[in-house]
């Protein structure tokens, strides 16, 4: 039977709630258990599907298709496996659920209320990867303890401690330990108050994880030890760390995992196996070189916007050993004029995924640049229909060409709306989501950087490369290298006279972790560094006209 750990946050939100549970998820899976996440959102959108990137970061989407919290991504990449549907639940979707029951009459005329109705239907879903024979789910629950939309959620967690064996059920309190320059020390009230905060809801922690930037001494974990009702032990200390690959080890010399292990009364297990995981922060903090790649986006000023591509950036400079700057470049702000300025010192170029009208321009301007200055590109989703759009201008001379997305007069939609959508009216859930399988090209650049001819990634995306235009494109030296068996739809495209020129249709990003980055971010990389190679290497004077 499955155990439960329920990860709860408070005194302010972003203290990185899904990195401690991913941290402890990947501590128990390296002795041996068998281990998965999920995340419980307050907010009443069924999923991130339809917020504003500036509202909720990424949306990540899973291989079966859901789109989902950006957490789930920290999930899949410190565990190496991947989460799905039922790893993800909002309010929105716990409502839905209910109002749907009650339409059909499966209450039998009974009142509908928050409780018992809405909670029993979080407890069966907080329930229900239990089923699937994990030994530990860990849930997050979104939010701060406080927050009038996490009643329910820790309503339900209260109920779950009550039913449930002492040893199946755990609580992890996430809070914040802040250091006050003025009185030079730190302060352990707001842990305090939020620790009340859940009592009063009739939620006590058994373990008090404490964000802070300086060292906890003895004193303080007594202190909030015995002002929060827990063991010493049991206050389990967070420092900042340089990156975020290194939490799970901080939390082992915390013994977190451990002490979560001795409370649910687990005793058959192993001594953690990190040796890949160690590995690959060695090659992260000591690195060969160091490179500069432009990340040319519509939402730069929010890191959390391209979340997975940052972090694959990361996967991809530990196996190549070196260390990936990464210079955000406001697309909006590109111009024919300053383009050379902004994109002339860097040795790779991603255009990002996206939607809308705005800084479209740019990222075309950025796009050419790369194309004629042999600098590695890489396109992701938008990006690559980018990539198609500057071909066909500026090579294929079609000056008018664009996509329907953003002209839908366009007398040469050279990318436009997939034929299935062109009815869809709802906005939520109905793009072409989750996996789809591609057939590679022999002898493509996709060919080699995958090392084989069939393979299958995550998609997110409504418009797609026209293939009326394809002919023209290929003649002049822009080739479809990867094609969806199925519906025939363009899902690569690479340059072959460019060093290193490819753009997808689909996201990468979404699948690359710590033990396995994707291939397409390691070529990359792997191209850029060769870039800035041979240009140091141009700057090099000659020492031939010194010798005697």
């Known amino acids: 039977m499955a155990k439960y750990i329920f990860v709860t946050g408070g005194v302010t939100s972003s203290l990185g709630k899904g990195i401690i549970s991913a941290s402890l998820a990947k501590l128990l899976q390296a002795r041996g258990l068998k281990v998965t996440i999920q995340k419980f959102d307050p907010y009443i959108n069924v999923d991130p599907g339809t917020l504003n990137p500036y509202e909720h970061g990424e949306c990540y989407v899973t291989e079966d298709g859901a789109e989902t919290d950006l957490d789930l991504g920290h999930y899949e990449r410190f565990l190496n496996i991947f989460t799905s549907q039922a790893n993800n639940v909002t309010t929105g979707r716990i409502y839905q659920t209910v109002i749907n029951k009650e339409r059909e009459g499966a209450y039998l005329g009974k009142t509908v209320q928050v409780i018992p109705h809405i909670t029993d239907e979080i407890k069966r879903r907080m329930l229900l990867l239990g089923d699937q024979g994990y030994d530990i789910v860990i849930t997050e629950l979104g939010g701060t303890v406080g927050d009038i939309e996490s009643l329910p959620f820790i309503e339900a967690v209260r109920q779950l401690q009550w039913e449930l064996p002492d040893e199946d059920c755990l609580v992890v309190h996430l809070t914040l330990v802040p250091y006050l320059k003025a009185a030079k020390e730190l302060k352990t009230k707001p842990t305090q108050h939020s620790v009340k905060l859940l009592s009063q809801e009739g939620v006590n922690p058994d373990i008090i994880v404490c964000r802070t930037e300086r060292p906890l001494s003895p004193e303080l974990r007594r202190k909030i030890a015995l002002f929060c009702n827990v063991k010493t032990d049991a206050v389990i200390e967070a420092a900042d760390a340089p990156t975020i690959y290194e939490v799970p080890l901080a939390m082992m010399r915390e013994k977190l995992d451990q002490i979560c292990l001795k409370k649910m009364d687990i005793t058959n297990y192993n001594e953690p196996e990190l040796g890949k995981w160690k590995e690959f922060l060695d090659k992260l903090k ?56 902004k994109l002339n010192m860097l040795d790779g170029l991603l255009v990002a995924p996206g939607f809308g009208l705005r800084g479209i321009e740019g990222k075309i301007l950025a796009v050419k640049y790369a194309r004629e200055n042999d600098l590695p590109f890489f396109g992701i989703c938008l990006g690559m229909q980018m990539a198609v759009i500057e071909f066909a201008r500026n090579v294929l001379n079609l000056k008018d060409a664009h996509s329907t997305e953003m002209d839908v007069n366009s007398p040469n939609p050279v990318i436009d709306l997939m034929e299935e959508q062109k009815k869809i009216t709802a906005k939520g859930g109905t793009m072409r989501l989750g996996a789809y399988p591609c057939a590679i090209k022999q002898g493509s650049l996709a060919e080699k950087v995958y090392g084989k001819l069939e393979i299958s990634e995550r998609h997110r995306h409504r418009w797609e490369f026209n293939n009326a235009y394809l002919a023209a494109f290929e003649e002049h030296g822009m080739i479809a290298s990867g094609k969806n068996p199925e519906s025939n739809l363009v899902e690569i495209i690479e340059i072959r006279n460019h060093p290193y020129f490819i753009g997808v249709q689909y996201h990468p990003e979404l699948k690359s972790t710590v033990e396995n980055p994707h291939p397409l971010f390691v070529s990359f990389i792997k191209a850029a560094n060769d870039f800035n190679e041979n240009k140091n290497a141009k700057k090099k004077p000659s020492m031939q006209g010194e010798m005697i």
């Open 286 to 341: 000591y690195p060969k070189n160091k490179i500069n790649i432009g990340l040319i986006g519509k939402y730069i000023e929010l890191q959390d916007a391209y979340k997975s591509i940052l972090e694959a950036f990361v996967h991809a400079g530990a196996i190549n050993e070196c260390s990936v700057n990464v210079v955000n470049i406001h697309s909006e702000f590109i111009s024919a004029e300053n383009v050379s300025e």
